[in-house]
């Protein structure tokens, strides 16, 4: 179903059909709708899912997944839903210098109940500020999503005025905006600042603004695939593309599985593990498999739990692509019982996903303080549970892609409060080649957008990540 007042395929106007009790055709003109303008449904589509986003907290990636996103962007076909998501990223990654930009050239506020508007104006000046798209196509486009719809019909004027100035303001004013704008919510600025102190919290925040770049884990020599796809080599072997704008399954080397999609930050966990070659492995919360990868690589005998079968079945498809094997478990991790313990375990827990926020925009817009304090309850649950799936001797690694310590450090100090027999291990400085300087005085590994500084903004950076090793002595 198209947006409202813009009727589309799969209606009775379509191809002039009729209901059966409609009278004959008379000599008059038959009446047919108008085609919908090129361009339109994208605007309408992006529109109708930023609001999603910031009015519901739904998740970005699961309004625009491929096959239950949300209908009006699965009408759309590959190419504009690529638009889609382009504008709504931009949207998301600017939007305090959108927001503060619209604003100036407004008289007085936005009227409280149109949210609407203020969702078409956010993705009208996406484009006009940071996207390669004609200037006088975003604004004629913007205004015609106003007439067709019913709530904002009466504001075209509005639209077509408010982004015609915003055009006018992107030499000087976009500049001059983006200085004073961290462009994320006041809960995430603060705690970032509280944790890492301003200056640090800066340069997080900065290189939340600029599009992550592609980091793959390669199964054979990095050196070959970084010159076979014109990438570079990070300090652990992940091959980081320059620059990449296409489809992942196009690239050489996906089709044959010699390879699979992973920030170099969500690599470093596995690799904690030691030497596990022939060693019984558990990897909890599995899906979507990266990590499950990289510890059958390392030789390990693996069982990948997770508690979703959907999630379990696309971990089962991505290891087939990589002709890997591992048994699959759909299961709550409270309730595995496994028929014998394992040598070690692996848990990327469940957690509030801020150390993701440059890859995912609308992580920022979608978590709240409290969700963080109740996933820290959480993976302080899994934890306990993880410890007591070890033998004795047995190794955990603990994980998340979490920037906040209520998530990390924190939980770490509670399990070894309420566990005599869970002791950490710490991480060495030679597990982590390249980012030693990321390991704390006690052992744990944070990394944070800000770390990994390379030639450019736009290559540097990783995602932000928690890791700490446990052994259980008894």
């Known amino acids: 179903m198209g947006a409202q007042g813009c009727p589309e395929k799969g209606t009775m106007a379509v191809n002039g059909a009729r209901p059966r009790s409609a009278p004959a055709k008379t000599n008059r003109q038959s009446r047919t709708e108008p085609t919908p303008r090129p361009g339109l449904a994208v605007r309408q589509t992006a529109q109708r899912v930023l609001g999603a986003v910031i009015d519901t907290r739904t998740s970005l990636d699961g309004l625009t997944d491929d096959s239950h996103g949300h209908p009006q962007f699965r009408a759309l076909d590959l190419r504009d839903r690529s638009l889609v998501k382009a504008m709504l990223a931009t949207a998301l990654r600017h939007r305090m210098t959108i927001t503060k930009l619209i604003a100036e050239q407004l008289d007085r506020p936005l009227p409280g109940n149109a949210a609407s508007l203020s969702h ?127 489809k992942v399954a196009e690239l050489a080397g996906y089709s044959q599985g010699e390879w699979w999609v992973q920030d170099v930050a969500a690599s470093l966990p596995a690799r904690l593990m030691g030497n596990i070659k022939g060693k019984r492995v558990a990897d909890l919360c599995a899906a979507p498999g990266g990590k499950t990868a990289a510890l059958i690589v390392a030789g390990a005998d693996v069982t990948a739990v997770d508690v979703s079968a959907s999630r379990l079945n696309r971990l089962e498809t991505n290891l087939a692509r990589l002709n890997l094997k591992a048994r699959t478990v759909i299961s709550n991790i409270m309730d595995y019982e496994p028929q014998d313990l394992f040598d070690a375990v692996l848990l990327d827990a469940p957690c509030s996903s801020t150390g993701t926020v440059r890859r995912h925009p609308d992580v920022a817009w979608t978590k709240t303080p ?53 002791a950490v291990s710490p991480i060495l400085p030679a597990e982590a080649p390249g980012f030693a300087h990321l390991i704390s005085h006690d052992g744990l590994l944070r990394t944070t957008p800000a770390d990994l500084v390379l030639e450019r903004p736009e290559i540097s950076g990783m995602d932000g990540f928690f890791a700490a090793r446990f052994i259980r002595v008894s």
């Not at 077509?160 to 961290?182: C, E, P």
């Open 120 to 246: 078409l104006l956010h993705v009208a000046a996406a484009q006009i500020l940071f996207l390669d798209v004609p200037d006088h196509s975003a604004v004629d486009l913007a205004v015609e999503c106003a007439k067709t719809d019913p709530r904002n019909r009466r504001f075209a004027s509005l639209v077509n005025a408010v982004l015609r100035k915003l055009i006018g303001k992107k030499k000087d004013g976009l500049a001059a905006a983006m200085a004073v704008t961290l462009d994320a919510p006041d809960w995430l600025i603060e705690r970032l600042q509280a944790t890492y102190g301003k200056t640090r919290a800066a340069a997080i925040l900065a290189m939340h603004r600029l599009p992550a770049p592609l980091d793959l884990t390669v199964k054979s020599d990095p050196e070959d695939w970084a010159r076979l796809l014109n990438g570079i080599v990070l300090p652990n072997g992940t091959v980081r593309l320059e620059s990449f704008d296409g």
């Open 370 to 422: 409290a969700d963080i304090e109740k996933l820290a309850a959480l993976q302080l649950q899994l934890l306990r549970r993880s410890m007591s799936l070890v033998k004795p001797g047995g190794t955990v690694v603990f994980s998340n892609c979490s920037l906040d310590p209520l998530e990390g450090e924190a939980v770490v100090a509670k399990l070894l409060a309420e566990m005599p027999d869970a």
